[in-house]
């Protein structure tokens, strides 16, 4: 079976840091570029950071850049999300799926594979 898991999220305090995991089973992750997206209470899904892996190449959202950190382990067939700095706008759940075109730096095309997602709570 084909899918994406999500996992890490939780609570976490204004300035906190939370690893999120996206962990792939019945394919592989190499040659596929990844995303992870957020979608808060209210507000539609956005995309918030993507990584190729076949080339390694990497892309932020501005609200998140030099925040976040997205990173790849091939030998777990793993994508993680560092978050720091963490603030209470960033609550939401977040996924992952697997991306065709990254069109700018937080619009991407032709996802498939979502995973069930993973929530986020930034609060005091």
């Known amino acids: 079976q084909v899918q994406l898991v999500e996992s890490g999220g939780g609570l976490v305090q204004p300035g906190g840091s939370l690893r999120l995991s996206c962990t792939a089973s019945g394919f592989t992750l190499d040659f596929r570029i990844i995303g992870w997206f957020r979608q808060a209470p209210g507000k539609e899904r956005e995309g918030v950071s993507c990584?190729?892996?076949?080339?390694?190449?990497?892309y932020y959202a501005d609200s998140v850049k030099g925040r976040f950190t997205i990173s790849r382990d091939k030998s777990k067939n793993t994508v993680y999300l560092q978050m720091n700095s963490l603030k209470p706008e960033d609550t939401a759940v977040y996924y992952c799926a697997t991306v065709r075109t990254v069109v700018t730096n937080s619009r991407y095309s032709g996802m498939d594979n979502w995973g069930k997602g993973t929530l986020v709570t930034v609060s005091s």
């Open positions: 990584i190729s892996n076949s080339d390694g190449n990497t």
